[in-house]
């Protein structure tokens, strides 16, 4: 079992970045990043499955989110740049104990584990 506590969200202004933690309890395979904005359903944002492979990312992300991780400290990060409004969304940390292959990185029922959440709010 592990436990993501997700953290790093606030209001900021359009342009403006923002930097989300992912702490995990355990180590972890696959770490992705998913939003939901109000009103919307969850989507994907960006994933990383261990250091052997690239980051991969939603075509909203690209070019400026980046999605990391720091295995001494069970720990993912996504860093958030020229944020737009319609990135507003509460956005959650997923995790799965195994390598996530074809396109099932994006979709949400194949992740073990879910954190909280943390809300972002950009305005406009």
């Known amino acids: 079992q592990v436990q993501l506590v997700e953290s790093g969200g606030g209001l900021v202004q359009a342009g403006g970045s923002l930097r989300l933690s992912c702490a995990a309890s355990g180590r972890i395979q696959t770490v992705g990043w998913f939003r939901q904005a109000s009103g919307r359903e969850r989507e994907f944002v960006a994933v990383i499955r261990g250091s052997e492979s690239n980051p991969i990312y939603a075509d909203s992300a690209k070019g400026r989110f980046s999605i990391s991780r720091d295995n001494a400290k069970n720990t993912a990060y996504l860093q958030m740049n020229s944020l737009k409004p319609e990135d507003t969304a509460v956005y959650s940390c997923?995790?799965?104990?195994?390598?996530?292959?074809?396109?099932?990185?994006?979709?949400?029922?194949?992740?073990?584990?879910w954190g909280q959440g943390t809300q972002v709010t950009v305005s406009s």
């Open positions: 997923a995790a799965a104990p195994r390598f996530l292959f074809g396109s099932y990185y994006a979709t949400p029922g194949r992740y073990d584990y």
